[in-house]
């Protein structure tokens, strides 16, 4: 089974200023991916980026990058120059390869981008 | 971009009634899911369906429950007998394999109120 915790309901930052967002996750699986997603208040899930647990590099995707440490099993999302367009839920998720291709998401972390 | 769609947005209906949720993944996928989430809370994973059978279902998903590929296009979730509690956002998504390395693309989803 695969838990995913995000320990940070809500976090503000203003516009143009980075901030990361929090997620630990915890498997016995040994190949695993981690992904974010964003949901605005119009309530679509968009994804935002993938880390892979085999993959040496951190994942980046434009303004967004993952801070992936396998050891501490964290995979925090980094938006850098956040724009109000950023204001939004973001929830981490993952998926395992024991046998079950389902997702498995935290509770979400509340952005709020100030001017 | 191809992108799964959604219908209807929002659907209102009475406890005890029969509603027919509709989605149509994106063409080159081959498993589909569908996720809901009621309000403030985590997205839950109900049920994947490959090759026209279920893959895995949660076990929120009960015999109340049922997913349907109709046509070569559409895929759908059955309510049998809506409960005030099956009022959540609903959302399909599908991804081209079920790898733990394949991202899952959600659609806007669809907003189920039961009175």
């Known amino acids: 089974a695969q838990k995913i915790t995000q320990t940070q309901p809500g976090m503000f930052v203003q516009e143009k200023e980075a901030v990361t967002l929090d997620c630990t996750y915890d498997?016995?699986?040994?190949?695993?991916?981690l992904f974010w997603y964003k949901q605005p208040s119009s309530g679509e899930m968009i994804f935002l980026i993938y880390q892979g647990s085999y993959d040496e590099q951190n994942a980046t995707e434009g303004r967004y990058s993952l801070n992936f440490q396998k050891a501490r099993k964290s995979a925090n999302l980094v938006i850098s120059a956040s724009q109000l367009g950023d204001s939004a839920m973001y929830f981490c998720?993952?998926?395992?390869?024991?046998?079950?291709?389902?997702?498995?998401f935290g509770k979400g972390t509340m952005l709020l981008v100030s001017p | 971009e191809p992108e799964v769609t959604q219908t209807p947005s929002h659907q209102v209906t009475q406890m005890g009634q029969e509603v027919i949720l509709r989605c149509v993944p994106i063409s080159n996928h081959l498993y589909f899911y569908w996720y809901r989430q009621i309000l403030g809370q985590k997205v839950e994973f109900l049920v994947s369906f490959y090759n026209n059978e279920i893959s895995e279902k949660s076990e929120i998903f009960d015999d109340q429950f049922s997913v349907e590929r109709p046509d070569g296009s559409n895929f759908t979730l059955k309510i049998r007998s809506t409960k005030l509690e099956d009022s959540a956002m609903y959302f399909c998504?599908?991804?081209?394999?079920?790898?733990?390395?394949?991202?899952?693309?959600f659609g806007p989803g669809t907003r189920l109120t039961v009175l």
């Open positions: 998720a993952m998926r395992g390869n024991s046998g079950y291709s389902t997702l498995t």
């Open positions: 498997t016995s699986d040994q190949s695993y991916g």
């Open positions: 998504a599908s991804s081209p394999r079920r790898t733990e390395t394949d991202t899952q693309y």
